[in-house]
């Protein structure tokens, strides 16, 4: 468009069977600073634009003769609306008949945006493909808005579903690049300065990024967003942002977006290149702004839960002891395992415990109902209770009802899962008390495994639990104790996946710690519930 508001250097498709109009009509356009492609057929002019089509070089107007030799000029404007890539192309009508009104109608209706009489005046023609072009431009302007709102809205809905910062980032970074229509790159840094960074998914793996990029990226957000409020958009000259994030090895200026989190928790950083390839737009920065700021609102609740999952595992991890730091045990022999959740998942309240009393040796494996902070807690809670129990009480199923009336008294929404087995090592005589636990599974030295037959009321519900199962260990029995977060998937059912553990116990390698390694090795892999383990037999 020139200093007068007039469209130069568009193309004009010129439909008119006449050769002496097609000429006249040209030399009009080109005066007007127009290139003009002349056909003299409907036919010609399906095939050229098919051409161009191809080239990606479509005409900006189509002047249309409404009397053409193969068909009408409005059989043709219904023709190019009928194709998806040339249903934009603006359509302009002309005769030299004079038209009635339904004839007018009918190009409007099949399509077109005018219909002039000619011959007429040189600024008539100009002003109807000028008028044409712009319709038409303000179409697909509207159009590309369009799109460009239903992908944010598709953008913020997925990372607002993401279950990790990891998932976050990535979601966003392609986002940005399908929104934008360029390579992209997202980071959050959380609280303890870990940067998650996300990458837009036709960014090839080869030649990522060392440390050395990302630490001076963490370096950069932290100084930029010091002390900021709102969405920021800066731009980073290439010296100082690392090449490779874009495209491998290339190095770019940046374009960032950046916002806290609420409360100032975290920085945001949406990245897009502006060196070597198209700038965005001051539309498109617009909406880089909107979805940074959706980026920090669905980022802010994953960061309040990895501080409370942190807060879960600093405590399972202090009162899970350790093996090395499990207590004495006279004449048994102990292997414990403890794994929890992936990252993706929450904390959950799965606990083991190993006592030494009086009248023998009493372990535990239990898991409290739920995933949350909450959970974990009350975890502590049992194992505290389950101990001071001991002081004055060995019996299973007794020490099973006290849990429960502990847990009905102080946490009467919480239900949870325990065995409990007591073993005398001198005799081996063994006393089970399973509290809607799975049942422990005890391998035998001929090679046999089965599972106890042992069942009760999980606690935290009130009702009574039998009589303790009685069985007695021989020296090379193994018992195993688990939960259900070792073998649990979803679709399928719980005895099926209790048989194919059965199976990999009977062929795991003598020895405690064989046994615990080989059903982490089966089953431990993408677990979404903590697991813990625990297996004893009689010691020498």
């Known amino acids: 468009m020139d200093d007068d508001g007039k469209l130069t250097g568009t193309t004009v498709l010129v439909v008119d069977d006449v050769a002496a109009s097609r000429y006249a009509m040209g030399t009009v356009l080109r005066r007007a600073g127009h290139e003009v492609v002349p056909v003299a057929?409907?036919?010609?002019?399906?095939?050229?634009?098919?051409?161009?089509?191809?080239?990606?070089?479509?005409?900006?107007?189509?002047?249309?003769?409404?009397?053409?030799?193969?068909?009408?000029?409005?059989?043709?404007?219904?023709?190019?609306?009928?194709?998806p890539h040339m249903s934009g192309l603006p359509v302009v009508h002309f005769s030299a008949l004079a038209a009635p009104p339904a004839g007018r109608c009918q190009g409007l209706l099949a399509g077109a945006e005018a219909y002039l009489t000619v011959p007429a005046e040189p600024e008539e023609i100009e002003a109807a493909v000028r008028a044409a072009v712009r319709a038409a431009r303000l179409r697909a302007d509207d159009q590309a808005l369009v799109k460009r709102l239903r992908l944010l809205s598709e953008t913020i809905v997925t990372i607002q579903a993401a279950r990790s910062l990891q998932e976050l980032a990535d979601a966003a970074a392609d986002g940005t690049a399908r929104l934008?229509?360029?390579?992209?790159?997202?980071?959050?840094?959380?609280?303890?300065?870990?940067?998650?960074?996300?990458?837009?998914?036709?960014?090839?793996?080869?030649?990522?990024?060392?440390?050395?990029?990302?630490?001076?990226?963490?370096?950069?957000?932290?100084?930029?967003?010091?002390g900021q409020a709102g969405v920021q958009i800066t731009t980073v000259p290439s010296p100082l942002w690392p090449a490779g994030f874009f495209r491998p090895g290339v190095q770019h200026d940046a374009r960032l977006a950046l916002v806290l989190t609420q409360g100032g928790?975290?920085?945001?950083c949406l990245a897009t290149p502006t060196r070597g390839l198209r700038r965005v737009s001051?539309?498109?920065?617009?909406?880089?702004?909107?979805?940074?700021?959706?980026?920090?609102?669905?980022a802010e609740p994953l960061l309040m839960y990895q501080a409370e999952r942190h807060v879960a595992l600093t405590l399972q991890h202090s009162f899970l002891p350790e093996p090395h730091r499990l207590p004495e045990l006279p004449g048994i022999d102990i292997a414990v395992r403890y794994v929890p959740a992936s990252r993706e998942t929450e904390i959950g309240g799965d606990f083991y415990a190993a006592l030494h009393l009086d009248d023998g040796v009493l372990t535990a494996v239990g898991d409290v109902v739920g995933h949350s902070l909450d959970a974990a807690t009350v975890m502590v809670e049992i194992r505290h209770a389950l101990r001071a129990y001991c002081v004055d009480e060995s019996d299973p199923a007794v020490l099973a009802e006290r849990l429960d009336r502990m847990l009905q008294r102080f946490h009467p929404?919480?239900?949870?899962?325990?065995?409990?087995?007591?073993?005398?090592?001198?005799?081996?005589?063994?006393?089970?008390?399973?509290?809607?636990?799975?049942?422990?599974l005890l391998l035998r030295d001929s090679g046999d495994a089965e599972y106890v037959?042992?069942?009760?009321?999980?606690?935290?519900?009130?009702?009574?639990?039998?009589?303790?199962?009685?069985?007695?260990?021989?020296?090379?029995?193994?018992?195993?104790?688990?939960?259900?977060?070792?073998?649990?998937?979803?679709?399928?059912?719980l005895s099926v996946s209790m048989e194919q553990l059965r199976a990999a116990a009977v062929g795991a390698l003598p020895g405690l710690d064989a046994l615990c390694?080989?059903?982490l090795a089966s089953f431990g892999s993408d677990h979404e519930d903590d697991i813990a383990m625990l297996a004893l037999q009689l010691g020498n």
């Not at 050229?48 to 900006?60: A, F, I, Q």
């Not at 940067?195 to 990302?214: F, I, N, Q, V, W």
């Not at 001051?282 to 669905?298: H, I, N």
């Open 265 to 268: 928790r975290a920085p945001v």
């Open 517 to 519: 390694d080989t059903l």
């Open 453 to 493: 037959k042992a069942s009760g009321p999980l606690i935290g519900v009130g009702l009574p639990h039998p009589a303790p199962t009685e069985l007695y260990l021989d020296p090379a029995d193994r018992l195993l104790m688990v939960t259900d977060g070792l073998i649990e998937t979803r679709g399928v059912d």
């Open 282 to 298: 001051p539309e498109g920065e617009a909406l880089l702004a909107q979805l940074a700021q959706a980026t920090a609102l669905a």
């Open 180 to 226: 934008l229509g360029c390579p992209a790159a997202v980071f959050v840094l959380d609280r303890d300065d870990r940067l998650y960074r996300g990458l837009y998914r036709a960014r090839t793996r080869l030649s990522l990024p060392d440390e050395g990029a990302h630490q001076a990226v963490a370096a950069l957000l932290r100084r930029l967003t010091r």
């Open 413 to 440: 929404d919480v239900t949870a899962t325990v065995c409990l087995v007591l073993i005398d090592p001198a005799t081996g005589r063994t006393r089970i008390a399973n509290a809607g636990h799975i049942p422990p």
């Open 41 to 83: 057929s409907g036919g010609e002019a399906l095939n050229e634009l098919d051409v161009r089509l191809r080239k990606g070089t479509l005409p900006d107007v189509a002047l249309v003769d409404v009397h053409l030799p193969d068909m009408s000029g409005f059989e043709l404007c219904r023709r190019l609306r009928e194709r």
